[in-house]
């Protein structure tokens, strides 16, 4: 089975503070993404990466930066955190495009509030 | 960009009633997941259809590609169904998933 790990739960912040979010998959999955999720919007993508080294930017990337220096494991950095990125986090991996059968696997989550 | 509606946005069944939730999309896709998040906030995977018919226990799904919708069937409806339900797309070629908001279903016994 999929499992993808986020390193928190909840997690409480200051304004102002650089603010690490950690994922691991451990599926060899060539495919991981970062989404944030807030009432009534739905889950809005951030970034994604298709590859060591490599991101592209989603839907709403302002604020937000990333680092995939491990296949396994997809980092996203709040540079200078604030109030309105105050928010769950979500974290997927999938398998690479063009496989054919490709979903998306999600981990538990981690909300984060930023005070 | 791709849109997602789901319908209906809320919905309360009592313990025991079947449900049908919708999902349209307005482009040509490659991919189409349901989800469901629980009231933890995890979000599971039910189902990988971008066309046809999959069943899983009291769950099945339906996709009609040329007709951009899905359903989503709940059979027999139980507490443990409560939760969001969201349908997500991927455009061909794109590698990204646009999400629906979300069906809100509360199941009281």
């Known amino acids: 089975d999929v499992k993808v790990t986020q390193s928190s739960r909840y997690l409480v912040k200051r304004t102002g503070e650089k603010v690490f979010l950690e994922c691991v998959q451990d599926?060899?999955?060539?495919?991981m993404f970062w989404y944030r999720q807030d009432p009534g919007l739905g889950l809005r993508l951030i970034y994604f990466?298709?590859?060591?080294?490599?991101?592209e930017k989603g839907d709403i990337p302002e604020g937000y930066s990333v680092s995939r220096e491990k296949k396994e494991r997809f980092s996203l950095i709040l540079e200078s955190a604030s109030t309105n990125q105050t928010s769950m986090y979500l974290c997927?991996?999938?398998?690479?495009?063009?496989?054919?059968?490709?979903?998306?696997?999600f981990g538990d989550g981690t909300r984060l509030s930023i005070l | 960009g791709i849109q997602v509606e789901q319908s209906p946005p809320d919905l309360i069944l009592q313990e025991g009633a079947n449900s049908t939730l919708r999902c349209n999309f307005s482009d040509s896709v490659n991919n189409l997941q349901w989800f469901h998040q629980n009231p933890w906030g995890q979000l599971i995977n039910l189902f990988y259809i971008p066309s046809g018919t999959k069943q899983n226990g009291r769950l099945s799904a339906t996709t009609v590609a040329t007709e951009r919708y899905s359903l989503l069937y709940i059979s027999s409806s139980q507490t443990t169904d409560s939760g969001v339900y969201f349908c997500?797309?991927?455009?061909?070629?794109?590698?990204?998933?646009?999400f629906g908001k979300g069906n809100q279903v509360v199941v009281i016994p």
């Open positions: 997500a797309v991927e455009v061909y070629g794109n590698n990204r998933l646009a």
């Open positions: 997927a991996s999938s398998p690479r495009a063009g496989s054919g059968y490709q979903p998306q696997h």
């Open positions: 599926m060899d999955h060539e495919n």
């Open positions: 990466s298709y590859d060591v080294k490599m991101k």
